[in-house]
């Protein structure tokens, strides 16, 4: 990858470099050449390292304290809250984090979808994130239920009979994932044990993710290929790790804002209640990262159909390189798509909403209109939009201006100063 | 080998074979008690039975008894409320069973039922909804005098568990 074979060059660092290539590994990553246009969009990988790092270091001492078992989980997370040293702190910090994890994957996310980094040669990458989003969801659910209040218990009572759709085996496989007849101690325990796991696979992934990444490098606002290195290009270090780090510390600050001064307004105050299986709460709601399938699987009257369209709303993800038709990555020089994509923004938004609401009146109409529009961006409009679009000029390098003038550039430049 | 040596299968391929097999079933006799130990074990089968006394409850009236970890509803229905049940035609309902087929013969003013909604699992809230049976606060399915499911979501009518009169004042469920 490099351009020139890297040499240690400390004798002792060579005898170990022969052996290990691990100074080479450090020095393409300082090294690695990066588009020198890069926006702030692009500081989400780091912050979710960060992220992911600050969950496993969280969670890995709440499990010091915390007893999973039915009786007891839920004294055990007051115990943490009230008796263990800083363990308000510790468990606060790894509440919102879930959040704060979300909050960024998100904008990672659609960061990829303005930009088309998703697109041919990126798509292994696209899909090894999606298959990262997959499990944080999963290991986000799961943690949910550790606390054993009643939103655990519920919420974990109806994901979990998700399954029970599925046609003649559903109800076994509903059976097995309990280890019981209902959500009980059994599927507590194995809760913990993945819950555990999951963020150790992510971080395997993460590191699939960024090799991957680091075979065509980065994608940039202007999406066009560029020369590496070239003057369109700046080492990783120290010109992108200091601005991640800066937006870093932004990004912390509202973490921390959340953890100090509303550490329990993203969650729901029936899981401040011990799980009660003879009672369900008036309102069952998903975290709020979860929101927008839950909009969705209640959009639809069918239980099986509900939740196919619920799964299928992430997996039309895994093929979306292949419905977006357009050969111009950047959503900076597709006038028409730049537009969908914002109701797309609107539209997962306003399923956000609704999902938060009763399923009935104008929040069922809302669900479901909002539910064929998400569909229909992805089948319809991000085909035929590619097809029919009339792209604006794209520059030949980030350094240079457009084909066809300077004016295009100037706007070019200007759209990414402003995003 | 030389590659222009026409196929055919030799001891090689013969012992190729055999290999995948045998480590095939070895690798489903591993994986099958990695798989069915998440099933429920003998401690959860083993309260697979609860006795309710049911002496105490009024006509009109209903308990909720835990058994399994699911609430099951035990509802001592009036005459008027039976009436009702069975006044509906079969043709209306989403999954049709009769009223009759609901309860043991004899004893048709005990309804015995999983209090579970089969949409999703939650727990229906008694005397609510549209049929003046049960409602699903989660997602909104009404279920009628029999447990019957009549509107929204939920796919079918709440279970009838397996259960017996031991006596006139003691039912057995499981």
């Known amino acids: ?419 | 080998m030389d590659k222009s040596e026409k196929k055919t299968t030799t001891r090689r391929d013969f012992l190729f074979t055999t290999s995948y097999t045998v480590g095939a079933v070895g690798l489903g006799a591993v994986v099958w008690p990695l798989i069915d130990q998440m099933n429920p074990d003998k401690a959860q089968k083993a309260l697979a039975t609860t006795e309710v006394d049911i002496s105490q409850i009024e006509p009109g009236k209903s308990i909720t008894v835990l058994w399994r970890g699911k609430p099951v509803f035990l509802k001592r229905r009036t005459q008027e409320e039976i009436l009702e049940a069975r006044s509906v035609a079969l043709e209306e309902l989403p999954h049709p069973e009769k009223d009759e087929e609901r309860v043991k013969s004899g004893k048709d003013e005990w309804l015995v039922m999983l209090g579970v909604c089969t949409h999703l699992g939650c727990v229906p809230l008694s005397n609510k909804g549209d049929y003046k049976g049960w409602f699903c606060p989660c997602h909104g399915s009404h279920y009628d005098l029999s447990g019957r499911i009549r509107k929204g979501p939920a796919p079918k009518n709440m279970e009838i568990p397996k259960y017996e009169f031991v006596d006139a004042n003691t039912i057995k469920i499981g």
């Open chain 1, 1 to 419: 990858m490099s351009e020139k074979e890297y040499v240690p060059k400390s004798k002792a660092g060579k005898w170990f470099n022969d052996r290990l290539p691990l100074l080479s590994l450090a020095s393409h990553l300082t090294d690695y050449p990066t588009p020198k246009n890069l926006n702030y969009w692009w500081t989400f990988g780091g912050i979710l390292t960060f992220c992911l790092l600050t969950q496993i270091i969280t969670g890995i001492v709440l499990a010091m304290h915390y007893v999973a078992h039915a009786d007891l989980a839920f004294a055990s997370v007051e115990h943490i809250m009230r008796d263990v040293n800083y363990g308000w702190l510790i468990r606060y910090i790894h509440s919102n984090g879930a959040s704060m994890f979300f909050l960024a994957v998100y904008i990672h996310i659609f960061r990829s979808l303005f930009y088309g980094s998703y697109k041919s040669p990126r798509e292994i990458i696209w899909i090894i994130g999606l298959m990262i989003y997959l499990l944080m969801m999963a290991a986000a659910f799961m943690g949910y239920v550790l606390p054993w209040g009643q939103m655990s218990f519920w919420g974990a009572t109806v994901i979990t009979n998700l399954f029970s759709a599925i046609p003649l085996v559903g109800d076994s496989i509903t059976t097995w994932l309990w280890g019981a007849y209902s959500v009980d101690n059994p599927t507590l325990t194995r809760f913990f044990s993945l819950h555990y796991l999951i963020p150790f696979l992510i971080l395997g992934l993460v590191v699939l993710h960024i090799w991957a990444l680091h075979v065509p490098g980065n994608n940039n606002p202007v999406g066009i290929d560029i020369k590496k290195p070239s003057k369109d290009t700046v080492p990783f270090h120290p010109y992108i790790t200091i601005k991640d780090t800066f937006a870093l510390l932004l990004f912390m600050i509202i973490f921390a804002g959340f953890v100090f001064f509303a550490p329990n307004v993203l969650g729901h105050s029936d899981n401040y209640i011990q799980a009660n299986p003879m009672v369900t709460p008036a309102h069952i709601v998903p975290e709020w990262y979860l929101l927008p399938f839950y909009a969705i699987l209640r959009s639809v009257p069918d239980k099986l159909g509900g939740v196919i369209l619920m799964f299928g709303a992430i997996f039309i993800l895994f093929i979306l390189p292949w419905l977006d038709t357009s050969k111009v990555r950047s959503a900076v020089f597709r006038p028409i798509y730049r537009q969908f994509f914002w109701i797309l923004i609107v539209d997962v938004l306003v399923l956000g909403y609704v999902g938060a609401m009763p399923a009935e009146g104008i929040y069922l109409v809302l669900a479901r209109v909002g539910t064929v529009y998400y569909f229909l961006h992805f089948i319809v409009i991000l085909p035929v939009v590619g097809y029919l679009e009339k792209t604006e000029p794209v520059p030949l390098s980030i350094s240079e201006p457009a084909l066809s003038g300077s004016a295009d550039y100037s706007m070019a430049k200007k759209d990414n100063e402003k995003i």
